[in-house]
């Protein structure tokens, strides 16, 4: 019930594209769900985050869409860039400070 | 560039032996997390500390131990290294029920 599932594992799109990010998780009772993106040798920085009172939230180019009822939120990236190449990570937990969940991951790559 | 800053950068070690790794937190952050990223998986929450008690920790042996000290950095030590501890390991910091600051980590090898 802790777990949060993350797909697809690896995702190359052209320079300009859409790349979509899924996760899901199983514990109702999470508050809060961010994402994080991770360079090689670097720590994850984080991107965006959400809370379940909303169903989307859009800061630049990065959109997190959140569907509460299935128990599952995605990432989309618009235009995407080759300074975007990098592993995306979602993650869930009750607070946003204490022992987040994350996912496996996702590994980008833009192509020029 | 998140304010926290982990040392050190690599290391090595072998198997059976203790490891120190140091975290100083972003000015103004009274809270401290550690986490273990082993190669290619998301980082796993080991515990946290806040005002140098321990806050909370996840499913690691007792040989992974921590210390937070009155400028709230950090220490995570690991005792009788096993060859799967090899893994990057991530300090994060933050306030009382703030986002996570991540630093770069300390990429730990046990031969």
């Known amino acids: 019930q802790q777990q949060v599932k993350q797909s697809p594992q690896s995702l190359i799109v052209q320079k300009g594209g859409i790349p979509i990010i899924n996760c899901a998780y199983e514990?109702?009772?999470?508050?809060?769900f961010p994402w994080y993106q991770q360079f090689p040798g670097k720590g994850p920085a984080l991107l965006i985050a959400?809370?379940?009172?909303?169903s989307e939230k859009k800061e630049g180019r990065f959109t997190i869409s959140f569907n509460k009822s299935a128990k599952q939120f995605s990432l989309h990236i618009m235009d995407s860039q080759p300074g975007d190449s990098a592993t995306y990570f979602c993650?869930?937990?009750?607070?946003?400070?204490?022992?987040?969940?994350f996912g496996s991951g996702t590994r980008l790559l833009v192509r020029p | 560039e998140t304010g926290v800053t982990q040392s050190p950068t690599h290391l090595i070690k072998t198997r059976g032996q203790q490891v120190t790794l140091r975290c100083s937190s972003q000015?103004?952050?009274?809270?401290v997390s550690w986490y273990q990223q082993a190669l290619g998986q998301g980082p796993q929450f080991i515990f946290q500390?806040?005002?140098?008690?321990?806050?909370g920790r996840g499913n690691f042996p007792p040989r992974f131990s921590g210390l937070q000290f009155p400028n709230y950095s950090s220490e995570l030590n690991v005792n009788a290294l096993e060859l799967d501890d090899s893994a990057l390991y991530l300090c994060?910091?933050?306030?009382?029920?703030?986002?996570?600051?991540f630093g770069e980590g300390s990429r730990l090898t046990v031969l």
């Open positions: 500390y806040y005002r140098e008690e321990e806050n």
């Open positions: 000015s103004g952050h009274n809270t």
């Open positions: 959400i809370r379940p009172d909303v």
């Open positions: 994060a910091s933050s306030r009382e029920r703030g986002e996570l600051f």
């Open positions: 514990n109702t009772a999470f508050d809060y």
């Open positions: 993650a869930a937990s009750l607070d946003s400070s204490y022992k987040l969940i």
